[in-house]
């Protein structure tokens, strides 16, 4: 099952094809980032969402120079 990320929540898009990431839920209350287009853009576990994104913002985070300003 796939959740997507609140409109609120600060994430980047996928790098490779400009998406914004999708949660799945996990058993054992594990949730885990990831591209919608395809799973093996990045894929990231963690029990906390929070961790997640802010993972997967690292990884994904836009050149500066090209970052859309306002
Ligand atoms: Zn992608």
């Known amino acids: 099952?796939?959740?997507s990320i609140q409109k609120n929540i600060y994430?980047?898009?996928?790098r490779i094809c400009g998406a914004r990431p999708v949660i799945e839920q996990l058993p054992k209350a594990k949730f885990k980032l990831v591209c919608p287009n395809d799973k093996d853009h990045?894929?990231?576990t963690?029990?906390?969402i929070d961790d997640s994104i802010k993972a997967w913002n690292k990884l994904n985070e836009t050149p500066v120079?090209?970052?859309?300003v306002g």
């Not at 994430?11 to 996928?14: K, P, R």
């Not at 120079?65 to 859309?68: A, D, K, P, S, V």
């Open 1 to 3: 099952m796939y959740i």
């Open 11 to 14: 994430c980047e898009n996928c």
């Open 42 to 44: 990045f894929k990231l």
């Open 46 to 48: 963690s029990a906390f």
């Open 65 to 68: 120079g090209l970052r859309n």
